[in-house]
């Protein structure tokens, strides 16, 4: 009895020192990715865009702090993710192009090029789950691009804080980080959707192409479609005002639809605290409202259907991906 129960703690003891199979493959597929040329070149380009966003709010940083009024309503970390003198946009503007990118070069080829160097059987041949595989793709690349935001960020805050000498407040902190969340899970979404890509087609090129194409459809050409549409429902009498209102609304909708809409929607309100709403306003929302900077609170519920519709959309396409990987053929 006293052996039989030896045996049974060093098989305990030995399975919670072996690893989980996924985090296994987690390992490996980060490792994976920092050794890639694709991701050390988006890598440099983000941090050259970062730098040159962030020198471009530094070099105007003494004109910034001098035209407000309230010292209590600076927040000047803040103004470095959010002003620009022109020559460059900000960082959240450059995020919402490049982070696609990043998303889309680091999954398109997560299933079809396993497959097509015929190392998928050999990996799912081994005593691991169908589901696992997917899951290490997805899971890997999210940590890495949730590690590369959160230190973009400390580097923000540390370099304000060595160039001003002014500590960051709480309300500054809470705005800068979740505006780093949004910036993964948005990233997220182009990674589900290129992974989903990647087990429709079995040509690495096919899914990138069709990715490429998609991000271009709602990031250029959606927009001019809807706005098409706009001009020509819009009544000729000026006088119609509630209808105008009407169709602006039901357009702005639309734009919902695209997921760099919602990214824009989202960073634009949490890292200016003087937006007060999204869409249009009539006259009657506009009276009596005090020009005021919003606390993180009300902001962050101004952009909660923002924030929601990109946290589902990345879900949703991870689970089609799922769904249409679990029910594929492997072997042909």
């Given at each position: 009895m006293?052996?039989?129960?030896?045996?049974?703690?060093i098989y305990t003891s030995r399975h919670r020192l072996c690893p989980s199979p996924v985090w296994v493959m987690v390992r490996k597929e980060i490792s994976g990715h920092i050794r890639s040329w694709k991701f050390i070149v988006l890598l440099v380009l983000i941090l050259l865009t970062y730098w040159g966003s962030l020198l471009v709010s530094m070099s105007d940083l003494r004109s910034i702090t001098s035209s407000i009024k309230d010292p209590e309503s600076l927040f000047i970390y803040l103004k470095l993710l959010t002003h620009t003198n022109g020559s460059l946009p900000p960082f959240h503007v450059f995020m919402s192009f490049l982070g696609p990118l990043l998303g889309i070069s680091l999954g398109f080829d997560a299933i079809n090029s396993e497959k097509q160097n015929g190392t998928l059987n050999r990996i799912l041949a081994q005593p691991v789950y169908r589901d696992n595989l997917l899951l290490s793709k997805f899971v890997g690349v999210w940590i890495l691009v949730g590690a590369l935001m959160l230190t973009l960020t400390l580097l923000m805050i540390g370099t304000g804080t060595i160039l001003t000498g002014i500590i960051i407040e709480m309300e500054e902190l809470w705005r800068i980080l979740t505006h780093a969340l949004?910036?993964?899970?948005?990233?997220?979404?182009?990674?589900?959707?290129?992974?989903l890509l990647s087990v429709v087609f079995h040509q690495p090129a096919t899914s990138a192409l069709?990715?490429?194409?998609i991000w271009l459809f709602f990031t250029v050409f959606y927009e001019v479609i809807i706005n098409l549409a706009v001009k020509a429902m819009i009544p000729d009498n000026p006088l119609q005002a509630s209808a105008q209102y009407e169709i602006y609304q039901l357009a702005f909708n639309f734009l919902r639809l695209a997921p760099s809409q919602l990214y824009t929607d989202a960073t634009t309100t949490l890292l200016m605290p003087s937006v007060r709403s999204l869409g249009p306003v009539t006259m009657d929302q506009m009276a009596g409202a005090i020009p005021t900077n919003l606390p993180f609170k009300e902001s962050l519920m101004i952009v909660w259907s923002e924030v929601s519709g990109l946290i589902a959309a990345t879900f949703v396409c991870f689970a089609l991906a799922y769904y249409k990987f679990m029910r594929r053929e492997i072997r042909t």
């Open positions: 006293e052996k039989s129960t030896n045996t049974l703690s949004i910036s993964v899970f948005y990233i997220g979404l182009w990674l589900a959707i290129a992974i069709t990715a490429i194409a």
